[in-house]
């Protein structure tokens, strides 16, 4: 809540007081603001935000994009964290939900347990935040979109994080260690596009089953985009499968 301090002489006329009004001092610029969205674990203690509209629908919250919206980065090693599960170490909420009115989670965590959470993928979330402090993160419920499957290029930028360019724009995906890798090669392990296309179906598509962490490692041996087929999910931006592509197999 913003304060308006503004001091007055007792003997002031009533126009002295305006004008001393006028001075008085400005909001603070740390008043907190709040952002709903996926959360992306980017450190220990550090989640990554793009700000979305939301709409809820008890019991859920349905999650739009904001056009030109800038990503957040905020740090919640001390923030109030509350989950929609009915215990702070559940996975899934197996059919009962702690929510209030709002469709906010309820059940008291430690933030702990919204690293646990962030390990598995990201998180639809209602954030208040000071600056680049999180000051209370809750959990809820969100109306999950399709998943798309597009072919383009893909540009490491992190060991979590890929620039995708394709059907037009491009996006930054993120991926954790559910994501499947298939390969051209002939090991998960080899370069990208390392040798013959020993794995590559007839439109050059790999279909060697290997993880992400082998997808991590062959991304790195190679400074520009390569070309891929990737399985995601729009607004949640999330990369479920990457199949790597010989154009000429």
């Given at each position: ?45 550090e ?56 469709g906010l ?14 390990a ?11 600056g680049?402090?999180?000051v ?42 559910l994501?499947s ?16 296309p ?32 990737v399985?995601?999910t ?16």
């Amino acid at each position: 809540m913003r304060l308006l301090v503004c001091a007055t002489a007792l003997s002031a006329t009533a126009l002295s007081a305006t004008a001393l009004c006028a001075f008085a001092v400005p909001a603070n610029a740390a008043d907190t603001k709040i952002v709903y969205g996926y959360a992306w674990a980017t450190g220990a203690t550090e989640i990554r935000i793009t700000p979305m509209t939301a709409t809820y629908r008890k019991p859920l919250h349905t999650f739009k994009a904001v056009s030109g919206a800038k990503e957040l980065r905020l740090d919640y090693a001390k923030a109030a964290f509350r989950r929609v599960t009915v215990a702070c170490d559940l996975k899934e909420t197996e059919g009962r939900v702690a929510i209030d009115r709002k469709g906010l989670g309820t059940t008291v965590c430690e933030p702990d347990a919204l690293t646990d959470q962030l390990a598995a993928g990201p998180r639809p979330v209602r954030v208040e935040y000071r600056g680049s402090e999180a000051v209370k993160i809750n959990e809820v419920l969100a109306k999950w979109p399709a998943s798309r499957t597009v072919r383009g290029t893909v540009k490491r930028v992190d060991d979590t994080t890929v620039l995708f360019t394709g059907a037009g724009r491009t996006l930054k995906l993120g991926y954790t260690n559910l994501m499947s890798f298939a390969r051209t090669t002939k090991r998960c392990g080899d370069g990208w596009l390392a040798g013959r296309p020993v794995n590559a179906d007839k439109h050059g598509l790999g279909k060697k089953a290997c993880q992400s962490r082998d997808f991590t490692k062959a991304l790195k041996s190679v400074g520009h985009p390569v070309l891929v087929q990737v399985d995601y999910t729009p607004d949640v931006n999330e990369l479920s499968g990457v199949r790597e592509v010989f154009r000429d197999a």
